[in-house]
């Protein structure tokens, strides 16, 4: 489990084909030292197991799963990425609840300089928009952001200068593919009210009296 707090922007040492999948060796810019073989570090955030320790890199495996679902199949030697060590209970959530499980990519579609901050519009699959909501949190190459809006099939973000300056989307430009995490609530919750949404009728607000109506409130 992660919060979306980005620890470090790391580099790809090395990344070859292995058995089906891929082994890939990250240069790591924070210390190494109380991490273990087999620990979970996010990666872009993807949720990938440590292999092989060296003083200040680490190696791990891309299932083809992994490969399908995520934008390693893009990446090449020298690419950055986002590193976050694993939570440990405890620790503040200064973010929101990440599991490292991407849903699937989306694409950069604009990128606009407003001074300090950027407002960044980003493309998602139409299977996962409607998890989304206006103020709601969603894990961007595993960045903890929040939705600004949202319509069908994109939605936009506002970068603060401290997450512009830390994390990779320093170097993103138009068209650029990105790993996208939905809200694990925002899915459970969607999951639950499935089954009285009837799929031939008028979409409904969410409101109290349908929650009461289905025994939700």
């Known amino acids: 489990m992660f919060t979306g707090l980005i620890e470090g922007i790391g580099r790809i040492k090395r990344l070859f084909p292995d058995t089906q999948g891929y082994l890939i060796e990250i240069f790591c810019p924070f210390s190494l030292e109380d991490v273990h073989v087999g ?15 060296g003083k200040n890199s680490f190696k791990a495996r891309l ?36 599991s490292g499980h991407i849903d699937g990519t989306g694409k950069i579609l604009e990128i606009e300089n407003l001074g300090n901050f950027f407002r960044i519009k980003i493309e998602l699959p139409a299977e996962l928009s409607h998890y989304l909501v206006e103020k709601g949190s969603i894990a961007v190459d595993g960045i903890s952001l929040t939705i600004n ?42 999951k639950w009210l499935s ?10 607000e969410l409101s109290l009296e349908f929650l009461q109506k289905y025994g939700f409130a």
């Open 63 to 98: 299932s083809p799963e992994t490969l399908s679902r995520t934008t390693f199949k893009y990446k090449k030697t020298g690419d950055p990425v986002n590193l976050e060590r694993a939570l440990r209970l405890g620790d503040r959530l200064g973010g929101h609840l990440v």
């Open 149 to 190: 809006s949202c319509k069908e099939n994109f939605f936009e973000l506002m970068i603060i200068p401290h997450t512009f300056k830390m994390t990779t989307l320093q170097y993103k430009k138009i068209g650029d593919p990105v790993n996208i995490e939905i809200d694990m609530i925002a899915k459970m919750v969607h």
């Open 39 to 53: 620990d979970s570090i996010a990666v872009d955030g993807a949720c990938l197991t440590v292999e092989e320790l």
């Open 195 to 204: 089954p009285y949404l009837k799929k031939n009728e008028p979409k409904k």
